[in-house]
């Protein structure tokens, strides 16, 4: 009997090359349907010569840190030369890439496609309504292989329905048209266009550089007070003072106030998508979880666009992203994007406080440092794709996003303190995403981060950083938060913020006190990992039916869990499956919700931080 043999491998996909692709790339979209959220693309691509060429989809896009392009909603792919359709084969490894030989005197070849936008959430993030419609170039095209993207030049256009206003960070060839003066690959798949029947723009700062653009489902909800509008406008003045100038010459927020399009922060170097509920600025005050977005996507310019991890950078879309420094990119993001919420006014400085205790307790309660170290979790976008996992506080997620944020106010109240209170962060921020005179990435490695530290104060940063993003440990470091004058504390009520914050979830957060999440139908959201539920045998999707032979419902579980601290019993009556349980809670701790207290005698330098520049 003869054993099996591997067969040879299909031909490889060309390695991108720094060389010009012969002439410019035309494409037409129309984006008219969106009754049924059909998106029709044409393309010229020009040609120089026949014989085999391969086409790619963007694969791997900036901003999402993994292979996320919706390739299973690309469809009625065409391909035509000299008036003849072509051939076209999909790689049979890499999926993204098409074959297609090139006839004899072609200049160019002919490409239609459809995207098929997902028509509900389960199918994945809704981006076309009757309303309006966030449309991603990187969806609607397809690109030689073989080229650096920056070396790839795209004219786009796209027809939008009638009346629609568009925001966008191209250029227009012509003022108030949606015609786009020719770009690099890379530049256009960074440039978003947001569209819709209600729009309004509005500056934010004085010769309209940058601009605040909104699209709703009805007219009424693009209703902003001056006291909002005053917030975003700070938050570009102390964005400008803390980093000392723009890597930019104008940006675009582009925001959705909608309850059909699927929710969303994405930055690009020159604009971000967000999608909020359509309530954002009408319970502005209900919505505070939610107003550090925008900050965090705006610092994005500097922090990610601007200046990049040099192994998240790649040549072209179809190369791998790799994510080693996630933990700057994201995780001094984070920082920088509550930090400037609070100083512009977004937040107050209680808000501020109160979102950094939730971070500190989550932290502080995470198993999962036991066996993975943070730094391991820079490749989550590509392991798990922010997909729901069972044992979130033991498997660990994107933890470089909010652990990250710790560990740069750790960083930057020891720099206060070694320095006397000479050396900050912010001064950090201003040397290392200094702008250059234009929009091209710089990349960064460790040791770039280490030396911008030294030359702030001398210590041995790289020892610290390679602790915190390597040890292996149950719980975190809040040096940060005791340096900065401050401490975490557990109180039997939750601040005003942490509870909006999980009205607007709709969960019961009992995570620092039973150590589960339970929603408002009494389905199980989170259970921690050797928490009393865990020890219980209470997992995530499970039912919870009756507490102490009552029928489930928040104020049920209130109180239980508020009469443990008098020995009072906790038995939950749940389903799972087929299966229904009695599950005893060995808890007698009542409710634990954190809060950050002043260190007695302590420098508050925390407050300085968050305090506006």
């Known amino acids: ?206 010769d309209g550089a940058v601009a605040l653009n909104l699209f709703s489902d009805r007219p009424d909800q693009l209703d902003v007070t001056d006291a909002q509008i005053d917030a975003h406008r700070a938050l570009v003045v102390q964005a400008d003072r803390l980093f000392g100038g723009r890597p930019f010459e104008r940006y675009d927020f582009l925001l959705a106030l909608s309850g059909a399009l699927g929710g969303m922060g994405v930055e690009h170097h020159c604009s971000c998508e967000i999608a909020t509920p359509p309530d954002y600025f009408s319970a502005w005050e209900t919505n505070a979880s939610r107003r550090d977005v925008a900050a965090h996507e705006y610092v994005h310019a500097w922090n990610g666009k601007h200046r990049r991890g040099a192994d998240s950078w790649t040549a072209s879309f179809e190369q791998p992203i790799r994510n080693s420094l996630m933990w700057v990119y994201e995780g001094q993001t984070q920082y920088w994007g509550q930090v400037l919420a609070a100083r512009s006014g977004l937040w107050t ?49 994107e933890d470089y996003y909010s652990e990250g ?25 201003r040397t290392f995403f200094a702008p250059a005179m234009n929009e091209v990435t710089r990349t960064y490695r460790f040791d770039d981060v280490v030396a911008a530290l030294s030359d702030l104060a001398p210590y041995d940063w790289a020892g610290l950083l390679i602790e915190r993003l390597e040890s292996r440990e149950a719980g975190t470091h809040l040096e940060g938060l005791t340096r900065g004058g401050y401490q975490l504390v557990y109180r039997d009520t939750p601040t005003p913020f942490a509870a909006q914050a999980d009205a607007l979830s709709d969960i019961v957060n009992l995570r620092f006190s039973l150590g589960l999440a339970v929603n408002a139908a009494g389905l199980v959201q989170e259970v921690m990992w050797e928490s009393p539920a865990f020890q219980a045998g209470l997992t995530a999707g499970a039912s919870i039916l009756a507490v102490n032979g009552r029928d489930f419902s928040i104020d049920a579980i209130w109180r239980a869990v508020a009469a443990t601290r008098q020995d009072a019993p906790l038995v939950l009556r749940v389903k799972r499956g087929l299966h229904h349980e009695d599950l005893r809670l060995d808890y007698d ?24 520049l």
């Not at 491998?9 to 059909?38: F, H, K, M, N, Q």
């Not at 944020?405 to 001064?427: K, V």
């Open 405 to 429: 944020q710790l560990l740069w106010l750790e960083i930057d109240t020891l720099l206060r303190e070694l320095s006397g209170e000479t050396a900050s962060l912010d001064g950090f921020a």
């Open 1 to 206: 009997m003869t054993e099996p043999n591997p067969l040879p491998p299909p031909p490889s996909i060309p390695a991108p090359r720094d060389i010009a692709y012969p002439g410019v790339i035309t494409l037409e979209v129309d984006a008219t349907d969106v009754r049924r959220g059909i998106i029709r693309a044409r393309q010229s691509l020009p040609v120089a010569q026949a014989g085999p060429q391969v086409l790619m989809f963007p694969k791997w896009l900036p901003g999402y840190h993994s292979p996320a392009a919706p390739i299973e909603l690309l469809a009625g792919l065409r391909i035509a030369a000299l008036g003849e359709d072509l051939a076209w084969r999909r790689d049979p490894v890499e999926v993204y890439a098409f074959h297609v030989d090139v006839p004899a005197g072609a200049q160019a070849l002919e490409i239609e496609l459809q995207f098929l936008t997902p028509t509900a959430q389960s199918q994945g993030d809704v981006v076309v309504t009757p309303d309006l419609q966030a449309l991603r170039w990187n969806t609607v095209l397809l690109y030689p292989a073989g080229y650096f993207a920056r070396r790839v030049q795209v004219q786009a256009e796209v027809q939008l329905p009638r009346d629609w206003a568009f925001a966008c960070a191209l250029e227009p060839i012509a003022p108030g048209e949606a015609r786009f003066k020719p770009v690099g690959l890379d530049v256009l798949v960074d440039s978003p266009l947001f569209a819709g029947q209600c729009f309004r723009r509005i500056p934010l700062d004085d």
């Open 349 to 397: 400085r209680q808000q501020a406080l109160d979102s950094l205790a939730v971070t500190a307790a989550v932290y502080a309660n995470r198993a999962g440092g036991r066996w993975r170290p943070m730094s391991d979790t820079t490749r989550d976008p590509i392991i798990a794709s922010r997909q729901p996992l069972p044992w979130l506080s033991w498997q660990r997620s």
């Open 589 to 612: 701790g009542g409710h634990r919700f954190p809060h950050l207290d002043p260190v007695p005698g302590a420098r508050r330098r925390l407050d300085g931080i968050l305090a506006a």
